[in-house]
Each structure stands twice: as C-alpha cells, then as structure tokens.
C-alpha cells in the first residue's frame, strides 16, 4: 500500500505513540481519525495535524457497539478505510499479592478488557468494513496494526496484568492474519520497549536516564518517531503478515 493513500483510524491517537503515527501518516499525505477516550488534548491534536487532514472521535474502545458506530463515521469522513492502529492502552500495574492485599481483580479485568478486548474490538469492525474495499496489488484491501510490548516476553514484577494483557495481543496477531487472508487484510503486531510517552515523561529525570542506561544499543529511550517508522514500513511493505516486530534497542528486562 502507498502511504500516501492511508486512510487510517488511530486508537490512542491524540497523544504519545498514537499521535506519533498520526504524524507520520499525514506528513506522508494520508488522513488520520483520531480515536480516544479522553477528549482533553484532541483539539490541539487535530489542530497539529489539520483538520483537513485530522478528525477526533471519541471512544471506549472496550465497547463492541461504539467500535462498529464510531468506525464507521470515520470510514465515512475519509471516504474509506485502510489502515487500522491500535495504540490505546493502560499500565494496570500492580503486583499479584500487594504488601497491603491481594490485586482486586477489577485492575487484572480492566488492563485486559482495555489492551487485548480493545484491540480486538477495533481490529475486528476495521476489519468488516476493509473487506468491501476494491483490491490492490497483491489484492490487497487493507492493514491492521497492533501495539504490544517487550513485557510480553519478559514481564516484571508487578506486570501481570499488563504482560498478560500484551501477551494476548501477540497471541492473536498470527489466527488473525490467517483468518483475513480470504479478505486480503494484513495484521501485524509492533512490541515496542522503553519509549518516551506521557507516562514516562513525567517521572524523575534521574529515572529516565537510567532506563536510558539499560537498553543496550543505542543507550537511550527509544523515540515517538521510530515507532511511527515503523508503522509506516509495515503498511508499505506487503510481505509483512502475521508477526510481532521488536522494538526494543535490544533491552530484556529483569524480573524488576
């Protein structure tokens, strides 16, 4: 698919990775629906990005009902749909057995509901609607695009939730592409590592650095841009299917 012919729908896309990949698309000539719960930063978003170019739409990507709707209006503002990006996420951390009680199992079923449900939710109404789209080369109709994380593989202390939450999204990545072949819709599935997000921007400098530290080349946090790189490649390039891809400097984390 030629970037340029994006038409993409972007969960999480008013901030951190999201907002990232929504930068790269249209600096490359796509259009881009920002999807997200939270409303507060989606105007200075669209506003970066052009409101020819951007529109905010706002969801709980956990509910069925609202994937179906909400996608829908962003295929019909685009006029098509090609691209699907699940950037949207939360930490859920917490360890198993807390020093005060044992995790409420609300935090494992709403870290789980938010990361894997949602993303399956999204990737499942993008993908009834990519299935009417005129083919491409390779009869191509379109690309779906998961986040993941290196706490997949290596969860710490106190990532249970998460890395299970993560898992489950590699884990679908693979029956997914098997199953959309018919329909000629990729899937893939990115696992970025420590990167700079609102969520580590706001701890200690001292914290950052030594995250930096750890990874092993190149010691640093990896950047917004890279990742959004890296969605960029996986639409252009047809021969990726049906893997995750580490983004990681070559870090494994250690048990904490």
Same mark, same amino acid.
Not at 73 to 84: C, F, I, P, T, Y
């Given at each position: 698919?030629? =970037?340029?012919?994006?038409?993409?729908? =972007?969960?999480? +896309?008013?901030?951190?990775? +999201?907002?990232?990949?929504?930068?790269?698309?249209?600096?490359? !000539? !796509?259009?881009? /629906?920002?999807?997200?719960?939270? /409303?507060d930063k989606a105007g200075a978003a669209v506003d970066a990005l052009g409101k020819d170019n951007a529109r905010f739409f706002q969801i709980d990507v956990t509910q069925e009902d609202q994937a179906i709707e909400v996608i829908a209006?962003?295929? #019909?503002?685009?006029?098509?749909?090609?691209?699907?990006m699940n950037c949207a996420g939360i930490l859920g951390a917490g360890r198993v057995l807390g020093r005060e009680a044992p995790m409420p199992l609300s935090t494992f079923s709403t870290t789980v509901m938010v990361n894997l449900v949602g993303s399956f939710n999204i990737?499942?109404?993008?993908?009834?609607? &990519?299935?009417?789209?005129?083919?491409?080369?390779?009869? #191509?109709? !379109?690309?779906?695009?998961?986040?993941?994380?290196? /706490?997949?593989? #290596?969860?710490?202390?106190?990532?249970? /939730?998460?890395?299970?939450?993560?898992?489950?999204? =590699?884990? &679908?990545?693979?029956?997914?592409?098997?199953?959309?072949?018919? =329909?000629?819709?990729?899937? &893939?599935?990115?696992?970025?590592?420590v990167f700079h997000t609102p969520m580590v921007d706001i701890m200690p400098d001292k914290v950052q650095q030594s995250l930096g530290e750890s990874i092993p080349f190149p010691k640093r946090l990896g950047q917004s841009s890279e990742f959004a790189d890296l969605a960029a490649h996986i639409v252009e390039n047809r021969y990726l299917n049906g893997t995750s891809i580490r983004l990681d400097g070559a870090v494994r984390l250690e048990p904490k």
């Open positions: 698919m030629k =970037i340029n012919t994006i038409k993409a729908v =972007i969960t999480g +896309g008013v901030s951190g990775l +999201g907002f990232a990949v929504a930068e790269k698309f249209v600096a490359e !000539g !796509g259009r881009v /629906a920002l999807l997200d719960v939270n /409303a209006q962003a295929r #019909e503002w685009m006029s098509g749909l090609n691209v699907a990737a499942k109404a993008a993908a009834a609607l &990519m299935a009417d789209n005129d083919p491409g080369e390779d009869d #191509e109709r !379109g690309v779906i695009i998961n986040t993941a994380s290196v /706490a997949a593989f #290596e969860g710490q202390i106190g990532q249970a /939730a998460y890395s299970a939450s993560k898992g489950g999204v =590699i884990g &679908m990545t693979l029956p997914m592409a098997r199953e959309f072949t018919r =329909i000629g819709v990729r899937v &893939m599935t990115i696992a970025p590592g």
